[in-house]
C-alpha cells in the first residue's frame, strides 16, 4: 500500500484535473467568468500545470479581464517558452494595453511555432497595421535607399 502522503498527492491531482475538465466545460459553452472562477481553483491545486494557467488565461481574457490573462499567459511561457497558444494570447493581451510592438514578437513566434493557423494570422496582421513600419522588412546590407 502506498504511504499516506502519496495518497493525498494523488486526490489533489485528481480534484485539480476534475476542476481543470469543469473550467474547460464552462469556456466551450461561453461562460468564462464561472470558467474562471473553477479554474482559479484547479490552479491553487495544481500550481505548476501549464495547461491550468493557459485555460485560465483564456478565461480572463474572454470574461474582459486582459490584465489577469496577460499574467496567466506568461505564466505558461515560463513553464513551456513553445507554448504556441501562450504566446499568441499573451500578443492579445499586450495588444489591448498599448504595447504592439512587443505584442508583435509573440505573434510571430507563435506563427513561427505553428504556421498556417488563421487567428494567429489575423491577429499578426491587425496588430502590424497598428504599428507604423511593423510588416516592412529591415534594410539590408547593401540596399541603396536611394533606389525605389
Not at 16 to 26: D, N, P, S, T, V
Not at 78 to 104: I, K, Q, W
Not at 115 to 130: D, K, M, T, W
Request: aromatic letters at 6%; a negative charge; hydrophobic letters at 45%.
Amino acid at each position: 500500500m502506498p504511504p499516506p502522503w502519496c495518497l493525498e498527492v494523488i486526490a489533489v491531482e485528481a480534484d485539480a484535473y476534475e476542476l481543470f475538465r469543469k473550467g474547460i466545460e464552462l469556456l466551450a459553452g461561453h461562460h468564462p467568468h464561472q470558467a474562471a472562477t473553477v479554474l482559479e481553483r484547479a490552479r491553487a491545486l495544481a500550481p505548476r500545470q501549464g495547461s491550468v494557467s493557459e485555460a485560465l488565461g483564456r478565461a480572463y481574457y474572454e470574461a474582459g479581464r486582459p490584465a489577469d490573462a496577460q499574467v496567466q499567459f506568461a505564466r505558461v511561457l515560463e513553464l513551456d517558452p513553445t507554448n504556441d497558444y501562450a504566446h499568441f494570447g499573451l500578443a492579445l493581451c499586450l495588444s489591448r494595453a498599448g504595447e504592439r510592438v512587443l505584442a508583435l514578437g509573440h505573434l510571430r513566434l507563435a506563427l513561427a511555432m505553428r504556421p498556417g493557423v488563421a487567428a494567429y494570422e489575423e491577429a499578426l496582421a491587425r496588430v502590424e497595421r497598428a504599428v507604423p513600419g511593423a510588416g516592412a522588412l529591415p534594410p539590408q546590407p547593401g540596399d541603396d535607399p536611394g533606389r525605389g
